[in-house]
């Protein structure tokens, strides 16, 4: 959790309860990221709103809808220049809408396990254009010119778990 308050371009992971969470901390568990305690990741786009997959779609959503759950917001911990938090929250804007799919699932474990199927989900889920929520995250980033991670991975290859483990480290 932060004291600062989140900016715009800031992004976070929280914690989901219900049977969805336990689901995805499964999920993120068999994929090699151990229970993590952060199933969900969403960026702030300002004025009290953030933008984040849903099973329906990518939505623009009040922040209020976290308050109360377990928060670790990126704010202080990923330098970013204005032009950089204005170019993430325009794209995820852009990203309303976007569909949400479990294949983005399929080949994040086949990329894990190195299946040979890894590059041809890869490509259906590029070309569908569908994201999970830490997926619009990255997407978001590199959209605006920064990776997150030092290995350049793909976007569709990232979990909440990837994202709490960065803000962690």
Same mark, same amino acid.
């Given at each position: 959790?932060?004291?600062?308050?989140?900016?715009?371009?800031?992004?976070?992971?929280?914690?989901?309860?219900?049977?969805?969470?336990?689901?995805?901390?499964?999920?993120?568990?068999?994929?090699?990221?151990?229970?993590?305690?952060?199933?969900?990741?969403?960026?702030h786009v300002g004025d009290g709103q953030l933008v984040e997959a849903q099973p329906g779609g990518a939505e623009l959503r009040p922040l209020s809808v976290y308050d109360g759950r377990p928060v670790l917001w990126s704010t202080g911990r990923i330098p970013l220049t204005e032009e950089q938090r204005t170019a993430i929250t325009a794209a995820a804007?852009?990203?309303?809408?976007?569909?949400?799919? !479990?294949?983005? /699932?399929? $080949?994040?474990?086949?990329?894990? &396990?190195?299946?040979?199927?890894?590059?041809? !989900?890869?490509? /259906?889920? $590029?070309?569908?254009?569908?994201? &999970?929520?830490?997926?619009?995250?990255?997407?978001?980033?590199?959209?605006?010119g920064v990776h997150l991670f030092d290995d350049h991975r793909w976007p569709g290859y990232v979990t909440p778990a990837d994202l709490a483990k960065l803000l962690s480290s």
């Amino acid at each position: 959790m932060t004291t600062t308050p989140p900016l715009p371009g800031d992004f976070a992971v929280v914690r989901m309860g219900g049977r969805t969470g336990r689901l995805i901390r499964i999920g993120q568990f068999l994929n090699g990221d151990g229970f993590a305690d952060y199933e969900h990741a969403f960026v702030h786009v300002g004025d009290g709103q953030l933008v984040e997959a849903q099973p329906g779609g990518a939505e623009l959503r009040p922040l209020s809808v976290y308050d109360g759950r377990p928060v670790l917001w990126s704010t202080g911990r990923i330098p970013l220049t204005e032009e950089q938090r204005t170019a993430i929250t325009a794209a995820a804007h852009r990203y309303v809408g976007t569909p949400y799919s !479990l294949a983005d /699932y399929l $080949a994040l474990a086949a990329a894990r &396990i190195h299946l040979p199927a890894g590059p041809l !989900l890869r490509n /259906y889920v $590029a070309t569908s254009k569908h994201m &999970i929520c830490s997926q619009l995250v990255d997407q978001c980033y590199q959209d605006a010119g920064v990776h997150l991670f030092d290995d350049h991975r793909w976007p569709g290859y990232v979990t909440p778990a990837d994202l709490a483990k960065l803000l962690s480290s």
